[in-house]
């Protein structure tokens, strides 16, 4: 198994990846979606605001995360984790929170402060997310499940409010997928 960072190459292998492992597990509507919103993360996002990683198991990509910058008004270098996808066969092994810590540790060395994600708290607290509201950092679109709104300082112990709004890059500027 190599942890690696994606290639251009990669574009079209990972948009699969991340249609089956959501059509696995949401149904083939959503799988369409997630592909479609990883397509054009990959394809609109300009490098400096683009984080993104692959796992691979003899050459086949079997798991990748995507991190997009997340632009607050005082300037703070924040990343939103999102998606994420292990191949359903290699799932409950590890691989996704071993995906995660590596890929926010290189978040880390890169000078990023902090990063915020959206999904399921089981999952995500052992990666080192907490619940947040947004007292502590405005979500750039309407919450439509603001429990499951979450960040993790890469500086300190707990993430220090962020004062005003936040805005994402373009991928995810679609009420539909908040
Ligand atoms: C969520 C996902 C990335 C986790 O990767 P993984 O390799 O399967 O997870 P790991 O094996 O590293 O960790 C599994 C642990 O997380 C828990 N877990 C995994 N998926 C979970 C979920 N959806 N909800 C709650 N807990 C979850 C397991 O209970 C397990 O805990 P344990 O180790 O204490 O038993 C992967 O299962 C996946 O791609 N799922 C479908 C797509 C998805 O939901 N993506 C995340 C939203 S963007």
Redesign the pocket.
Known sequence: MELLTYKSSNIEEIKQLFTN??S???GQAEGVV?GDLTYDIMTSTDAQDLYGFVVTENEQII?SIFFTRLTFQNGVNAFLL?????H?S??????????INFSINHLKENGVKVVF?Y??P??YS?VGFNLITEKIAKAPLKLTQPEGWLGQSLVSDKIEPIVGTSYCVEAFNNPEIW
Not at 82 to 86: D, E, G, L
């Open positions: 492992v959501f696995d597990s949401e997630i798991g999102s998606p994420v996808a292990i359903t290699y799932q409950g092994k590890g691989i996704g929170q071993k995906l994600t999904g399921d089981a999952f052992k």
